[in-house]
């Protein structure tokens, strides 16, 4: 079993950068894909980002393509999700994941979840 834990959320200005971090226990960190998915007040969890095992291969939602970048180190067991040029439809709490099987994109794919971190965008 893997435990998450997200940290790197907080209040921001529209415009501004946020980089969330997701420390994984347990050694297996680095034979998984990782997802970050965020949760809306009222909203659907939704897909953001992913990452394959080595780190080669990323995907992003539509909506946050081109400001949210996704990484990982394996060294340290962690992800990592640099957001820039953040907008008020960006606010979520935002949910790392280790990837099971199924869709890249689909909640229900992923095994392990963290907590959560909060992350508001003021206008």
């Known amino acids: 079993q893997v435990q998450l834990v997200e940290s790197g959320g907080g209040l921001v200005q529209a415009g501004g950068s946020l980089r969330l971090s997701c420390a994984a226990s347990g050694r297996t960190f680095s034979s998984y894909a990782m997802g970050w998915f965020r949760q809306a007040p009222g909203k659907e969890r939704e897909f953001v980002a992913t990452i394959s095992v080595s780190g080669g291969r990323t995907y992003y939602a539509d909506s946050v393509k081109g400001r949210f970048t996704i990484s990982r180190d394996n060294a340290k067991n962690t992800v990592y999700l640099q957001m820039n040029s953040l907008k008020p439809e960006d606010t979520a709490v935002y949910y790392c994941?280790?990837?099971?099987?199924?869709?890249?994109?689909?909640?229900?794919?992923?095994?392990?979840w963290g907590q959560g971190t909060q992350v508001t965008v003021s206008s």
């Open positions: 994941a280790v990837q099971g099987a199924g869709s890249l994109y689909s909640a229900i794919s992923y095994k392990y």
